[in-house]
């Protein structure tokens, strides 16, 4: 394999879970930024309600402060009122958010593992109707907290039946971190057999036990080019407190560079990015890429 696509994640998923809320105007630049270090695809918020996710209250401003170009940028909407408000403001590709757990989709969703498809499929059917791409995430991969270990069959049911929707793109998440290489290569396997190919598919990893570079590699040698990141490695989840940052882009990058693979990315510029975006939110990157490239 000499290329892949990074999926960026950080204005999304990264800023969600962080405490210090950022200004509008921060968001917008920590977006162009990212797009300009060469990131293909850059998620940029969520139209979700406020009162769940307070950081990201701002999605309307921040669309309509990226302008134009911010329309092919992909953002998340949880029901049909943010697929609404996602077309008022001329986006082009949106994401919804299941669960592959009972657990998770009660706390998340406020729906059954039974009813989240229910809810799901007028919102990717007008999406769809409108000519927006789709891509839907599944969380609790391969764990939660409530549960513990989620069986494979289980995953594959739920990523089945939410592509059988009209999704073009899987994106499995490892939400607390908790699987490993071995895991991994099981999952993936079976969903091939399930008749998804692995360019349907991408790989979403949290770093909670230190796997999540080891995890992301043994998916490349399974055949998967999409792969989640975060900047600096922010995030977590604000539903599920065992949940630590997300694979940081820039360790990412290092160990896809070190093979050979192409990115497109210029980590330089990525990681004075991530160092900017630090001194925004008043604390250090996780990102041991970040901290190495930092002056000391």
């Known amino acids: 394999m000499t290329e892949v696509t990074i999926y960026e994640v950080g204005p999304r998923d990264g800023l969600q879970n962080e405490s210090t809320l950022v200004p509008t105007a921060d968001k917008a630049e920590f977006v162009r930024r990212l797009l300009a270090a060469g990131l293909p695809v850059v998620e940029a918020t ?18 309509t402060e990226l302008g134009e170009a911010g329309r092919d940028l992909p953002v998340l909407v949880p029901n049909e009122r943010g697929l609404d408000r996602a077309l008022e403001l001329g986006c082009r590709h949106v994401a919804i958010f299941g669960s592959a757990t009972e657990s998770f989709a009660q706390r998340n969703l406020n729906r059954s593992l039974d ?3 229910a809810m799901f499929e007028p919102t990717v059917t007008r999406a769809r109707e409108h000519g927006l791409d789709v891509r839907a995430y599944v ?36 939400t607390i971190g908790v699987g490993t290489a071995g895991h991994v290569r099981r999952l993936l396997t079976a969903f091939n057999d399930a008749g998804l190919a692995d360019d349907v ?5 949290h770093d909670t036990y230190g796997q999540a570079l080891t995890n992301a590699h043994a998916a490349l040698e399974h055949g998967i080019t999409t792969f989640d990141a975060s900047a600096g490695g922010l995030g977590g989840c604000p539903y599920a407190e065992s949940a630590t940052g997300n694979l940081a882009t820039e360790d990412l990058v290092w160990l ?19 160092r900017w975006m630090a001194e925004v939110l008043g604390r250090p990157s996780p990102s041991r890429v ?3 490239l930092s002056p000391s």
Do not use: K, N
Request: charged share 20%.
């Open 139 to 174: 969380s609790m991969c391969f764990g939660d907290p409530w549960e513990g270990d989620v069986p494979v069959e289980q995953v594959v049911d739920v990523g089945r039946r939410l592509y059988d929707l009209g999704a073009s793109q899987l994106s499995l998440g490892d």
């Open 201 to 205: 598919l991408a790989v979403h990893f």
């Open 46 to 63: 969520s139209f979700v309600h406020p009162r769940w996710v307070p950081q990201l209250a701002d999605a309307a401003e921040l669309m």
């Open 256 to 274: 896809l560079h070190g093979l050979g693979v192409e990115t497109g990315v210029d980590l330089d510029a990525l990681v004075a990015t991530s």
């Open 290 to 292: 970040v901290q190495a």
């Open 115 to 117: 009813e989240q498809f």
